[in-house]
């Protein structure tokens, strides 16, 4: 994608402004539950460390709509950095401005500070052009590592690259993008892609999308629901976006049209409420009753599924298969999980959901890759120019010029 990255150029001495995704869920005490996002970028601190750069992070968390929440603010993310990374974090409570400017002109070589979450500030998420060049002002290099915000159009990881001369990616950004290109721009074949979730509309394009570029494609959770009704069978209480009845109806024409083998659910666990203590029971997938709802693939459909992944080289998996969460509805999903992971292809997991998912299940270290960005990597295997991506790719023309 003609990026540069962090150790293809020349930063020794320089301080670099890095654009991290550390945005950790928190208890109602401010504590972080999961510290996975930020192990996940300490490989790229790390190595600006050691070539004896100034690092200043920002970030955000959470959804603060532009106005300062003290219960989402990055003072615990710097703690944990501290403990990480063996040495002190320096946490500055504000991200632009006379305060910050002052504290990064005190830095050392090989010192690291964290600036405030930066959508405390409105300007980050309407990509103010101004609030971009405030925060490239800050250092000499700019380096992306976020890519679970690279769909987004933010100042800070697209504003900020028409004001810095030096910009590149880190290497989560490129160990995600080559995952990315191994399971669909050039693949190991068959390649088998499954997916699921609640929300067709929000998969009608990705559907499109992999049809054309996969060998099965297996669907299975809400989403099929909407399908079923398009095709003409009884679904009960089952969720339907019926505005979509029609796009629906024509992606599964697209699908078939393409002649690769595409599997749909063929039994489910249906209850009589959304409940936990709801009666449940096993139908074939053309005898839900009315008053029923679908919440779970059967047995019979985890079979065929699992039978379909068998011979694939590759991977690529996107969306639950039932309402997990809920443990009379998770056997679908944990038993596709448990499937994937043994196999012998290329397993790569699309974020979200499905992260959880697996890392509930305990399976994490036999899948060949997990992403860090659900909404970035969907918006990928939709076949999407993702924003931070795009901004990065016309900036490494000086980046590289940089590195020699």
């Known amino acids: 994608m003609n990026i540069a990255y962090i150790d293809e150029m020349d930063i020794k001495n320089k301080s670099i402004l890095l654009r991290a995704d550390l945005n950790v869920p928190l208890d109602n005490g401010g504590n972080i539950t999961d510290d996975t996002r930020i192990r996940a970028v300490l490989p790229t601190i790390n190595y600006a460390l050691d070539e004896n750069a100034k690092v200043i992070l920002v970030s955000h968390l959470g959804r603060p709509k532009g106005k300062r929440v003290e219960g989402l603010s990055l003072a615990p993310v710097a703690k944990r950095l501290s403990r990480l990374l063996d040495k002190d974090v320096k946490f500055i409570p504000e991200t632009v401005g006379g305060e910050v400017e002052s ?19 409105p300007e980050e998420e309407s990509n103010d052009a101004e609030f971009g060049q405030r925060l490239a002002k800050l250092a000499e290099v700019y380096i992306n590592d976020a890519f679970a915000t690279a769909h987004r159009s933010h100042a800070s990881n697209v504003a900020v690259t028409r004001f810095i001369g030096v910009c590149g990616a880190g290497l989560l950004m490129r160990q995600e993008i080559t995952y990315f290109e191994r399971a669909v721009e050039n693949p190991v074949r068959p390649v088998v892609a499954i997916v699921g979730g609640a929300k067709i509309s929000d998969k009608l394009r990705l559907l499109g999308n992999l049809s054309a570029k996969v060998d099965k494609l297996i669907v299975g959770g809400g989403l099929v629901f909407t399908l079923f009704k398009a ?12 505005s979509v009845i029609d796009d629906a109806r024509a992606v599964v024409e697209t699908i078939r049209g393409r002649g690769i083998k595409f599997y749909l659910p063929v039994d489910f666990v249906v209850a009589d409420k959304f409940d936990p203590s709801a009666e449940t029971k096993v139908v074939t997938s053309q005898e839900i009753p009315k008053d029923w709802m679908a919440l779970d693939i059967g047995p019979a459909t985890t079979a065929l599924f699992s039978e379909a992944i068998q011979n694939a080289k590759t991977i690529i998996w996107n969306g639950p298969m039932g309402v997990f969460e809920l443990d009379a509805f998770s056997r679908g999903t944990y038993a596709m999980i448990s499937h994937v992971a043994n196999t012998y292809a290329l397993t790569i997991i699309g974020g979200g959901d499905t992260d959880v998912a697996v890392h509930r299940a305990g399976e994490m270290a036999k899948m060949s890759y997990i992403s860090t960005g659900g909404g970035a990597f969907l918006a990928l295997l939709e076949g999407k120019d993702l924003p931070g991506i795009a901004a990065l790719r016309q900036c490494s023309a000086g980046a590289q010029a940089a590195g020699g």
Request: aromatic share 10%.
């Open 103 to 121: 504290a990064i002109s005190s830095m050392k070589q090989g010192e690291v500070v964290l600036l405030e979450n930066l959508r405390f500030y």
């Open 231 to 242: 095709i003409g069978y009884e679904v009960g209480k089952s969720i339907v976006e019926d």
